[in-house]
């Protein structure tokens, strides 16, 4: 399901974003099904809603500053 509506939304971002917004609509979504799930089965003060919820706000962020570690590039780009 997630993959399919980051598909469906990835043509709202401009041409030469599309795969950056892709990437962070569906890491986003795989880690928001979790956090429903354990608010349905363990209630709103559930202990592990808050570490998954830290996990869920920095995580994009240890995505997007460790993806080199597992993505190699033999090229060097550059923002001009």
């Known amino acids: 399901m997630a993959a399919a509506l980051t598909f469906i939304f990835a043509f709202v971002a401009a041409r030469d974003i599309r795969r950056e917004f892709a990437i962070s609509l569906f890491y ?5 099904f979790p956090l429903a799930i354990i608010a349905g089965m363990y209630g709103d003060e559930s202990p ?33």
């Open 28 to 32: 986003q979504n795989a880690i928001f």
């Open 48 to 80: 592990y809603l808050v570490f998954l919820f830290l996990f869920t706000i920095f995580y994009p962020a240890f995505f997007f500053s460790t993806y080199h570690f597992f993505f190699e590039n033999k090229e060097v780009q550059t923002l001009d």
